[in-house]
């Protein structure tokens, strides 16, 4: 396993920083501006159909159209990013993001005269990022010789994101236009490709020359399907998207909204970002022997806060719970990031990663869609106590299945 971190970190010279090297610098500028852009546009888009005098229906499908195609191609984004490097994937999806956005900045500008320029639109941003999003894991191990190290970095980085541009696209909306978050928005992209540009790296691994499409995507599932460790998290993760995951966020507003106002959802949930930049930051240097065990063990908090609806828990003690629970996830996604980027050769890790994204995320959608006929079946309550007892169970199985259980950390380079 060692020979695979230090086959792929080959290009960073040995008195580099474990994480901020030169060329982590430049990655985390990128990711950064590309998770801030994509933080911002569903509250953009949305905000911005209804002030334009849109319904709700509008505003569902557009959403609808950016997800959807990124769920569709991102298995297509790992095999491209194989063949062609990820970098020049993420450059290429950073630049067709750059030209979109400055399109729907002119379409919110001038006002939205017919709905499916808008849907297109959005329909190229989530094929871009279908693009981009393998290469975004597979980078981490050619830029940091601190693999885990990095990867909690990019995890508050994403936590203080997805805090941040809600808030700006919500302000800009409200001050200004949607059109000028647009704009923010295709600067971002464009710092993104211009620092993915400078980056410094070696010889990328490849797939053999000559082999089509479809063998990429066969070897991919191959080696995707001869690592128990992988393939039994993500069925394990299914189930707790469809049953926990899902349905909680949509739930959870059912219920905390009516009762003590939108202010105080949106404190609790910022209370989770919080606890998520907790959990990146104890994951730098919080390095177990097995990652995934440990991870599981920290995702043992999830269940503390749809329990705490249930039990009709204050807000303030809500928001201590969404803490606790995001800094489990934090640790978990940065231990389960880093034993992927890891223990999976570099010449199948974009499409590897892929299947992973596919499967992990694949039925959130699921469990969300099914939150409101599960409410109307067996009630407010009885859902999140499922979601609660799911989530248990999802992190009781991670550590009794052993080749995750029992999975080890492979040493960073020195």
Same mark, same amino acid.
């Given at each position: 396993?060692?020979?695979?971190?230090?086959?792929?970190?080959?290009?960073?010279?040995?008195?580099?920083?474990?994480?901020?090297?030169?060329?982590?610098?430049?990655?985390?500028?990128?990711?950064?501006?590309?998770?801030?852009?994509?933080?911002?546009?569903?509250?953009?888009?949305?905000?911005?159909?209804?002030?334009?005098?849109?319904?709700?229906?509008?505003?569902?499908?557009?959403?609808?159209?950016?997800?959807?195609?990124?769920?569709?191609?991102?298995?297509?984004?790992?095999?491209?990013?194989?063949?062609?490097?990820?970098?020049?994937?993420?450059?290429?999806?950073?630049?067709?993001?750059?030209?979109?956005?400055?399109?729907?900045?002119?379409?919110?500008?001038?006002?939205?005269?017919?709905?499916?320029?808008?849907?297109?639109?959005?329909?190229?941003?989530?094929?871009?990022?279908?693009?981009?999003?393998?290469?975004?894991?597979?980078?981490?191990?050619?830029?940091?010789?601190?693999?885990?190290?990095?990867?909690?970095?990019?995890?508050?980085?994403?936590?203080?994101?997805?805090?941040?541009?809600?808030?700006?696209?919500?302000?800009?909306?409200?001050?200004?236009?949607?059109?000028?978050?647009?704009?923010?928005?295709?600067?971002?992209?464009?710092?993104?490709?211009?620092?993915?540009?400078?980056?410094?790296?070696?010889?990328?691994?490849?797939?053999?020359?000559?082999?089509?499409?479809?063998?990429?995507?066969?070897?991919?599932?191959?080696?995707?399907?001869?690592?128990?460790?992988?393939?039994?998290?993500?069925?394990?993760?299914?189930?707790?998207?469809?049953?926990?995951?899902?349905?909680?966020?949509?739930?959870?507003?059912?219920?905390?909204?009516?009762?003590?106002?939108? =202010?105080?959802?949106? *404190?609790?949930?910022? $209370?989770?970002? +919080?606890?998520?930049? !907790?959990?990146? #930051? /104890?994951?730098? %240097?919080?390095?177990?022997?097995?990652?995934?065990?440990?991870?599981?063990?920290?995702?043992?908090?999830?269940?503390?806060?749809?329990?705490?609806?249930?039990?009709?828990?204050?807000?303030?003690?809500?928001?201590?719970?969404?803490?606790?629970?995001?800094?489990?996830?934090?640790?978990?996604?940065?231990?389960?990031?880093?034993?992927?980027?890891?223990?999976?050769?570099?010449?199948?890790?974009?499409?590897?990663?892929?299947?992973?994204?596919?499967?992990?995320?694949?039925?959130?959608?699921?469990?969300?869609?099914?939150?409101?006929?599960?409410?109307?079946?067996?009630? =407010?309550?009885?859902? *999140?106590?499922?979601? $609660?007892?799911? +989530?248990?169970?999802? !992190?009781?199985? #991670? /550590?009794?299945? %052993?080749?995750i259980r029992t999975l080890g950390r492979v040493p960073d380079r020195t």
């Amino acid at each position: 396993m060692e020979e695979l971190l230090t086959d792929r970190t080959a290009a960073l010279p040995d008195q580099q920083p474990a994480i901020w090297s030169r060329n982590f610098r430049f990655y985390f500028t990128a990711r950064s501006a590309g998770l801030l852009s994509w933080a911002m546009l569903p509250v953009a888009v949305s905000a911005g159909l209804l002030r334009a005098g849109y319904g709700l229906s509008s505003a569902g499908y557009a959403m609808a159209f950016l997800v959807g195609p990124f769920a569709a191609l991102v298995l297509f984004g790992g095999v491209l990013a194989d063949r062609f490097t990820a970098r020049r994937m993420m450059i290429g999806a950073d630049l067709t993001n750059l030209t979109t956005q400055v399109l729907l900045a002119f379409l919110f500008l001038h006002g939205i005269d017919h709905l499916w320029q808008l849907y297109a639109l959005l329909m190229v941003a989530g094929t871009a990022n279908a693009m981009f999003q393998p290469g975004a894991s597979s980078t981490v191990p050619l830029v940091a010789r601190d693999v885990q190290g990095a990867n909690g970095v990019l995890r508050i980085s994403e936590a203080l994101t997805g805090l941040g541009g809600p808030a700006l696209a919500g302000l800009l909306v409200g001050t200004a236009s949607t059109g000028w978050v647009m704009v923010i928005s295709a600067v971002a992209y464009g710092t993104s490709a211009l620092c993915l540009f400078a980056l410094r790296l070696g010889v990328a691994p490849a797939p053999p020359a000559g082999e089509s499409l479809w063998r990429n995507l066969v070897v991919g599932w191959q080696e995707f399907r001869a690592r128990s460790w992988l393939w039994g998290v993500i069925v394990i993760w299914m189930f707790f998207a469809v049953l926990s995951w899902g349905p909680q966020l949509s739930i959870a507003a059912g219920v905390i909204v009516p009762a003590h106002g939108a =202010t105080a959802f949106g *404190l609790i949930n910022c $209370a989770l970002g +919080a606890g998520t930049v !907790a959990g990146g #930051l /104890l994951a730098i %240097r919080f390095k177990p022997r097995r990652p995934l065990a440990a991870g599981a063990v920290a995702m043992m908090a999830y269940p503390l806060y749809p329990l705490g609806i249930v039990l009709g828990w204050p807000v303030w003690l809500l928001a201590a719970a969404q803490v606790v629970v995001g800094a489990g996830i934090g640790v978990w996604g940065v231990m389960w990031a880093t034993s992927v980027q890891t223990q999976v050769p570099g010449e199948v890790l974009n499409r590897v990663h892929a299947y992973e994204v596919a499967g992990s995320v694949g039925l959130y959608p699921v469990g969300s869609a099914l939150a409101g006929p599960a409410v109307r079946a067996f009630g =407010t309550h009885g859902v *999140l106590l499922v979601g $609660a007892v799911s +989530a248990l169970l999802t !992190a009781t199985a #991670l /550590l009794l299945a %052993r080749p995750i259980r029992t999975l080890g950390r492979v040493p960073d380079r020195t």
